[in-house]
């Protein structure tokens, strides 16, 4: 669910960049991929994959805002996956000595002071963006600007997590698109409704812990969450262009992708349960 990209230097970008991006080059291009006024979209980005930029994060999300407008919906995924449960850390893992410690001290989850963890510089910028919302799940928050940003965001239950009820399926309603620049399928985070929704055998659940204000106080809460696994889903886009026989376009530098946000998790569904089928039937 986080952005997993090889940061690179900023001189890098430079030798990388013949001409700089700016809010009207951004602007440009958000449109020629087919950006709309009035779309909702939720967006996963690089911004070292885009080029140089005149402005950095902040032109990247004024060309996006600027094309949509106020009648249209931007999110971005402001998870904050160092709030958890840490017997799962993984990138790094931690000695099992500590694991009562974090869960002790860990500071709970606020809405508007909560840093995301590897998300990147365009959706730490967003984060602090003026008139956003940000839902109020501890570990898997949005944030979202635009018409419908307050119904997107809104009442994300614990347990909703990525799936029923969460900002995911809200966007599904809504039948939003997803927005993919320097990065690919492994980090589109809407995939995780299809995990959710589809019914294949063996699904996993584990134990989910986090930090959290209850009734004015600070508790680690635990509940009971799906074991959400991106590994394949770079494959499962792929297999979802091919079929569609979409081309990506550009935004800078950048290969980017504009896709119905309901037909890939429709089609995602199916591939899950194909997919666990054929390992079982092996």
Same mark, same amino acid.
């Given at each position: 669910?986080?952005n997993?990209?090889?940061?690179?230097?900023?001189?890098?970008?430079?030798?990388?960049?013949?001409?700089?991006?700016?809010?009207?080059?951004?602007?440009?291009?958000?449109?020629r991929?087919?950006?709309?006024?009035?779309?909702?979209?939720?967006?996963?980005?690089?911004?070292?994959?885009?080029?140089?930029?005149?402005?950095?994060?902040?032109s990247?999300?004024?060309?996006?805002?600027?094309?949509?407008t106020?009648?249209?919906?931007?999110?971005?995924?402001?998870?904050?996956s160092?709030?958890s449960?840490?017997?799962?850390?993984?990138?790094p893992?931690?000695?099992?000595?500590?694991? $009562?410690? %974090?869960?002790?001290?860990?500071?709970?989850? =606020?809405?508007?002071? &909560?840093?995301?963890? +590897?998300?990147? *510089?365009?959706v730490?910028?967003?984060?602090?963006?003026?008139?956003?919302?940000?839902?109020?799940?501890?570990?898997?928050s949005?944030?979202?600007?635009?018409?419908?940003?307050?119904?997107?965001?809104?009442?994300?239950?614990?347990?909703?997590?990525?799936?029923?009820?969460?900002?995911?399926?809200?966007?599904?309603?809504?039948n $939003?698109q %997803?927005?993919?620049?320097?990065?690919?399928? =492994?980090?589109?985070? &809407?995939?995780?409704? +299809?995990?959710? *929704?589809?019914g294949?055998?063996?699904?996993?659940?584990?134990?989910?812990?986090?930090?959290?204000?209850?009734?004015?106080?600070?508790?680690?809460?635990?509940?009971?969450?799906?074991?959400?696994?991106?590994?394949?889903?770079?494959?499962?886009?792929?297999?979802?262009?091919?079929?569609?026989?979409?081309?990506?376009?550009?935004?800078g530098?950048?290969?980017?992708?504009?896709?119905?946000?309901r037909?890939?998790? &429709?089609?995602?569904?199916?591939?899950l349960?194909?997919?666990?089928?054929?390992?079982?039937?092996?």
């Amino acid at each position: 669910m986080e952005n997993k990209n090889k940061i690179i230097s900023e001189g890098d970008v430079v030798k990388l960049t013949k001409q700089p991006n700016t809010i009207t080059s951004l602007k440009r291009d958000f449109k020629r991929l087919g950006v709309k006024k009035g779309s909702i979209i939720i967006m996963h980005s690089s911004l070292s994959k885009i080029g140089w930029t005149v402005g950095g994060p902040i032109s990247v999300i004024k060309a996006l805002t600027q094309v949509l407008t106020s009648e249209g919906t931007l999110v971005m995924p402001t998870f904050t996956s160092g709030n958890s449960e840490p017997s799962q850390w993984e990138n790094p893992p931690v000695p099992k000595s500590w694991w $009562g410690i %974090i869960r002790k001290e860990m500071p709970a989850f =606020e809405a508007k002071i &909560s840093p995301t963890r +590897a998300m990147g *510089r365009i959706v730490e910028t967003f984060r602090n963006w003026p008139n956003v919302f940000r839902s109020n799940h501890p570990n898997v928050s949005f944030t979202a600007w635009g018409k419908q940003a307050k119904f997107i965001t809104e009442n994300h239950e614990l347990e909703a997590e990525l799936g029923k009820n969460s900002p995911t399926s809200r966007l599904y309603d809504l039948n $939003g698109q %997803i927005l993919l620049v320097g990065v690919n399928h =492994e980090n589109n985070s &809407s995939l995780h409704l +299809a995990e959710y *929704r589809c019914g294949f055998p063996g699904k996993k659940y584990i134990r989910n812990g986090c930090a959290m204000m209850v009734n004015n106080q600070r508790q680690w809460v635990e509940w009971k969450g799906l074991d959400y696994d991106s590994d394949d889903f770079e494959q499962l886009g792929k297999n979802f262009e091919s079929k569609i026989n979409y081309k990506p376009g550009n935004i800078g530098l950048a290969e980017a992708r504009l896709i119905s946000l309901r037909d890939i998790v &429709s089609f995602g569904v199916d591939w899950l349960m194909e997919k666990t089928m054929k390992k079982i039937l092996k």
